[in-house]
T-cell receptor
Framework: GDSVTQMEGPVTLSEEAFLTINCTYTATGYPSLFWYVQYPGEGLQLLLKATKADDKGSNKGFEATYRKETTSFHLEKGSVQVSDSAVYFCALSEWGGATNKLIFGTGTLLAVQP | DTGVSQNPRHKITKRGQNVTFRCDPISEHNRLYWYRQTLGQGPEFLTYFQNEAQLEKSRLLSDRFSAERPKGSFSTLEIQRTEQGDSAMYLC????????????FGSGTQLSVL
């Protein structure tokens, strides 16, 4: 079945460092890809999404490009802030399904130090 | 937009007892999802409603689990004869038919079965 694999954390960075969190997927068809973020004590929030190959999703300085040839959707940010500390989840929605059922990766904890 | 509300935030119960959780989605959202998240894992899909109709159930959802959305508004998830393996965070999410790929998650109900 469809699955998502993302790099294990925690990822610890200093403020203003460059961030990459790797995500690869296995899927039949053409899923949509997502990054969700969970700040401490809060529910998951959609950070960005891409619906087809070569699309780039972006939000709040974060970017990810849907790479069909490498089945990847890596999350990047050029300069992280302390406020970016959170758990980041890569996810896909099954293609052709009647629902937007999401399949999530295991999450990557990002800790940004001042 | 008051967000997705889940109650209670925490539930501690003894093995064998029944528990019920409630989810109030964003008012205009007709789609509602239940997910389960265990420590160190990403959320796993349990079930999905469109209005009052339960359209999909995961094989993860044993017959001890039942979910309802009687009037197409709030939803309840009941677990009968709880087991220690049911201990997890139970997440509810909702989405609008106009933007059904963007799920809004509640903060979850943390269940501990002793």
């Amino acid at each position: 079945g469809d699955s998502v694999t993302q790099m294990e954390g925690p990822v610890t960075l200093s403020e203003e460092a460059f961030l990459t969190i790797n995500c690869t997927y296995t899927a039949t068809g053409y899923p949509s890809l997502f990054w969700y973020v969970q700040y401490p004590g809060e529910g998951l929030q959609l950070l960005l999404k891409a619906t087809k190959a070569d699309d780039k999703g972006s939000n709040k300085g974060f970017e990810a490009t849907y790479r069909k040839e490498t089945t990847s959707f890596h999350l990047e940010k050029g300069s992280v802030q302390v406020s970016d500390s959170a758990v980041y989840f890569c996810a896909l929605s099954e293609w052709g399904g009647a629902t937007n059922k999401l399949i999530f990766g295991t999450g990557t904890l990002l800790a940004v130090q001042p | 937009d008051t967000g997705v509300s889940q109650n209670p935030r925490h539930k501690i119960t003894k093995r064998g007892q029944n528990v019920t959780f409630r989810c109030d989605p964003i008012s205009e959202h007709n789609r509602l999802y239940w997910y389960r998240q265990t420590l160190g894992q990403g959320p796993e899909f349990l079930t999905y409603f469109q209005n009052e109709a339960q359209l999909e159930k995961s094989r993860l959802l044993s017959d001890r689990f039942s979910a309802e959305r009687p009037k197409g508004s709030f939803s309840t998830l009941e677990i009968q004869r709880t087991e220690q393996g049911d201990s997890a965070m139970y997440l509810c999410a909702s989405s609008s038919v106009l933007n059904d790929e963007k799920l809004f998650f509640g903060s979850g109900t943390q269940l501990s079965v002793l």
